[in-house]
């Protein structure tokens, strides 16, 4: 692998209408996150970082999201496939209802999500009535809400690399004797890996800063629902000098996962 | 095939060993209508121009098409409502599939996997079809290491680890270079040589149909037009592509004795003694031109023409004419420039009858 | 993809109304009235004063119905004024005012948030209470639990939401509790009396501790329970002018209508006590 570089050959540098507003892009993205680190409060941070509560709160973050992104890999992967590789009558409605998640201002979803999964809701109601089982509040209803959130980035990720990939292979694998599960899981799968990685991170990293579905859907309680996104938001009311200490831990926190498994990735390719 | 009872129940009337097909596939205003039979140990080629129908027949023969209409029996059982992963039927790809992610030995252990056998067996009868096709010592090596014609073998060896009673093989040879091309034409002749079933291969190219197959199946436009052996099909090809695929001149006109009349206008004079509807062929290189009107000559057949083309072809030179009749004549380039050759030039074009080569048509 | 999006358009709109029914409560609004522009304070006798220009008013979320009200009034009393109001959280506002927002005139619902305010120097004179809010427990229509009082709510498997003790409602809640010596552990601290009000609305939760207003604006979706250790915990709302406001004759007569008997009793009619 060649290291990328600006500099290509005679012509020169990048060309400037493309490298101006790529600077831009960068300045804009990246200006915010440089002024919470100018205006942090570095004094009280160790202060802070050695509240159990926030500690709690960094905890219950990283555990629901991961487990978010799991349950987003297990049902929305298959979910990909269909719609990438199955032709059936209203599919194009399909795929557009799969990414109302992105549109839906996530309180709202938090909203619907109530009212579907509630202890009052047109499916909860049953979970409460026959097994007993309530979401709301609960950790698992995080989980819920964070996995509603996050699966959209999943299955569109993924669903891109399938159609970008050959289905031929899919063919090739059925003419040696496999199944189309079998097909899939052993050659598509595989395929696939790096689309399915990037789908996983970005549903990751949107779990990670999940706040209107979940305050909505879980509430808010320390240890059990309260996760960062919710801890900031509400030090934001009283201690914005606290609000912003707790979005660079989780700053921090979330690059460190990210920088960590895309090393892995690098030397794993 | 364990259960002789079963056999005979699955197979009321004992058909024979190999197969028997009728392909009928209609996608909108194309339809593929294609009857093959073939004996075990046949090597039959589907040969024909590109979109006549020759890769939905393989397609349909593995599966991966339904058939709307005809018949798929191999070895005296029903296949046609098989889906591809229960057809004992192995695959060449053009540009082969092999699996990006798969070592060239879990690539060629994949079938036998799936087909029962334990990760340890599916290995071990991989290597053994590897070291047979003289890659051993490849196995470890991933698809993107390997050379065009290694790459080949590979495939090959993954669709024979299965066992199949019908190998199919879509223009292996087209994703080589000229130069691997050679080697590995001769090889794979002697891996199909060797294969004790059915093979049914895929070509555009008629040096390969003719250099891999016992039988041509020549498409056109979804339908068969012409089948027979190499040799059989090379001397007498009954349309133009055949014929200008294996650089035949060829004509169809109508035979009274040693005179075949072409379009009324011109006549070829033959050794052959028919009479009615024939084909007359006869190579380019039986062709010689004159600057001035031969004398003398043994050559009963003699055409006024004008020079419309001229093409290099091998270390000759092929030229097109056009006069009583349209013909192709191959030259050396020294006669090409003795004859001060150039398009627009006017020669006359000689062939002896005794290299005209007449069949009814 | 037209035959795909509108149905996705149709049950957005769905979806949509159903939730917006539901945050109704705690929508902010800010209408954008672009009338004829501020002609700054003209000094006019105080016997019969002539009014005109915009004011802009800045007021906690759950003034919302009376000052809407109050601010027709206002507008239909003095012909040629127009009263802008931006409702929301008090803190956001409170942030808004100290950020540079223009404004005349601030409503908050807690006298700390209007500390954040007189502390930036950003107010004009001194805030004066001008009601009270009391908390009240909003309960499911009917009551089916028979809560009656804030220990009801402790020893049993109630799921109750409070307020996070950050935000007002919270405090004052926490305040009641600490008074009468309860401990109570909610399913969830919410971010607002609005969220947790809607906990109820939809019946997720069997009971929220909230504002009177709140439970009144609710209607009949929740039922409302009156308890005595209320009374440890009454939330002042005080009202002050701001010092960017440049029409300040027409804001002090906008606050003289809030605290005129007139006013209250437009505020009282909302569930608000008297200062």
Redo the contacts between chains.
């Keep these: 692998m060649r290291p990328p570089s600006l500099r290509r050959g005679v012509r020169g540098g990048a060309p400037l209408p493309l490298l101006l507003p790529a600077l831009i892009g960068l300045a804009f993205l990246v200006l915010p996150l440089v002024a919470l680190l100018v205006r942090a409060p570095w004094r009280s941070m160790p202060e802070l970082l050695t509240s159990t509560e926030v500690w709690q709160a960094l905890q219950l973050s990283l555990v629901c999201a991961t487990a978010a992104t799991a349950v987003s890999l297990v049902i929305g992967v298959p979910l990909a496939w269909l719609l990438a590789r199955v032709e059936f009558p209203g599919r ?2 399909v ?3 799969v990414t ?1 998640p992105l ?2 201002p996530p ?2 979803g938090g ?2 999500l ?2 579907a999964l ?3 809701g047109v499916v909860g109601q049953w979970l409460d009535s026959w097994f007993g089982i309530t979401l ?2 609960t950790t698992t209803g995080v989980v819920i809400a964070e996995a509603f959130v996050a699966m959209p980035f999943l299955v569109i990720s993924v669903e891109g690399t399938l159609r970008a990939a ?1 289905p ?2 899919e ?10 599960f ?1 097909a899939f899981r ?2 598509t799968l ?2 696939i ?1 790096p689309g399915i990685a990037a789908g996983a991170v970005l549903a990751w990293a949107r779990a990670l800063g999940e706040f209107g579905a979940t ?2 859907f ?5 240890g059990r ?2 996760t960062m996104p ?1 801890a900031v ?6 201690d ?1 000098a606290a609000a912003i200490a707790l979005s660079l831990v989780l700053l921090a926190v979330s690059i460190a996962v990210l920088a960590g498994l895309r090393d892995r990735w690098m030397t794993a390719s | 095939m364990t259960d002789p009872e079963t056999t005979t129940l699955a197979a009321p009337e004992p058909a024979g060993e190999g197969l028997d097909a009728r392909l009928v596939v209609e996608r909108g205003s194309f339809r593929l209508d294609v009857e093959l039979t073939a004996a075990p140990g046949d090597v039959v080629a589907l040969l024909g121009p590109n979109g006549a129908g020759k890769t939905t027949a393989l397609r349909a023969l593995a599966g991966l098409v339904p058939l709307t209409g005809g018949h798929l029996r191999l070895d005296g059982v029903e296949m046609d409502r098989m889906p591809p992963d229960a057809r004992p039927v192995g695959v060449v790809f053009q540009d082969y599939l092999l699996f990006p992610h798969l070592s060239a030995l879990d690539n060629v252990a994949f079938g036998p996997r799936c087909h029962g056998a334990t990760k340890a067996e599916a290995r071990a009868q991989a290597a053994a079809w590897l070291e047979r096709l003289g890659l051993a010592e490849h196995g470890s090596a991933k698809p993107r290491r390997l050379s065009g014609g290694q790459a080949q073998r590979v495939a090959l060896a993954r669709a024979l680890a299965t066992r199949p009673r019908l190998l199919l093989l879509d223009e292996p040879l087209a994703a080589l270079d000229a130069r691997t091309r050679l080697d590995v034409r001769a090889q794979l002749r002697h891996h199909l040589a060797e294969f004790e079933a059915v093979a049914v291969l895929v070509t555009h190219d008629p040096l390969d149909a003719m250099v891999l197959a016992d039988h041509l199946v020549v498409i056109e436009d979804g339908r068969v037009v012409q089948r027979g052996t190499p040799a059989d099909i090379a001397r007498r090809p009954r349309t133009d592509y055949i014929a200008h695929l294996v650089g035949l001149n060829l004509y169809r006109g109508e035979a009274e004795g040693h005179t075949v009349r072409i379009d009324r206008k011109s006549t070829i004079a033959t050794t052959e003694d028919l009479t009615g509807p024939v084909f007359v062929a006869f190579p380019p290189n039986a062709v010689t031109l004159h600057q001035d009107r031969p004398s003398g000559s043994s050559a009963r057949n003699l055409w006024h023409c004008e020079v419309t083309g001229m093409e290099t072809h091998g270390d000759q030179i092929r030229v097109a004419l056009t006069g009583e009749l349209p013909l192709a004549a191959d030259l050396t380039t020294v006669a090409a420039a003795e004859l001060g050759l150039r398009p627009g030039a006017r020669v006359w074009a000689a062939v002896k009858a005794a290299q005209t080569h007449a069949y009814p048509a | 993809m037209i035959r795909t999006v509108r149905p996705t358009r149709r049950m957005l709109q769905v979806t949509g109304a159903g939730a917006a029914a539901l945050l109704a409560l705690s929508a902010c609004s800010s209408s954008d009235g672009s009338s004829s522009a501020a002609s700054g304070s003209s000094a006019s006798g105080s016997g019969s004063p002539k009014l005109s220009g915009e004011v802009t008013v800045f007021a906690a979320a759950s003034l919302k119905e009376s000052f809407t009200t109050l601010g027709k009034e206002f507008e239909k009393a003095h012909p040629g004024t127009k009263v802008t109001f931006s409702f929301g959280g008090s803190d956001a506002l409170a942030a808004s005012i100290t950020g540079g927002a223009p404004a005349d005139v601030f409503a908050s619902a807690s006298p700390k948030t209007m500390k954040v305010v007189t502390d930036a120097g950003d107010a004009s004179g001194t805030p004066a209470t001008f009601v009270r809010n009391q908390l009240e427990i909003a309960t499911l229509p009917g009551n089916p639990d028979k809560v009656a009082s804030l220990k009801d709510l402790t020893g049993s498997d109630l799921k109750v939401v409070l307020c996070d003790k950050s935000v007002p409602c919270g405090a004052a809640a926490q305040k009641a509790l600490d008074a009468s010596r309860l401990k109570l552990t909610p399913v969830s601290y919410e971010e607002d009396v609005k969220s947790a009000l809607n906990k109820v609305v939809l019946k997720e939760a069997d009971a929220a501790v909230v504002y009177k207003t709140d439970v009144k604006a609710a209607g009949d979706k929740v039922e409302g329970v009156e308890f005595p250790e209320s009374a440890d915990a009454i939330n002042d709302y005080p009202i002050t002018l701001l010092r960017s406001s440049e029409n300040t004759e027409t804001a002090k007569a906008f606050m003289e209508l809030v605290r005129s008997a007139e006013g209250q009793k437009v505020l009282n009619a909302a569930g608000f006590l008297n200062p």
């Design positions: 194009g409605l795929r557009a209802l109302l549109v839906l309180v709202v909203v619907a109530l009212m509630g202890r009052n709301p509040f050959d031929r292979y063919e090739a694998a059925a003419t040696l004797g496999a199944s189309r079998t052993r050659v595989p395929l890996a305050i909505t879980a509430g808010n309680f320390p629902t309260q919710l938001y509400l030090a934001l009311q009283n914005p």
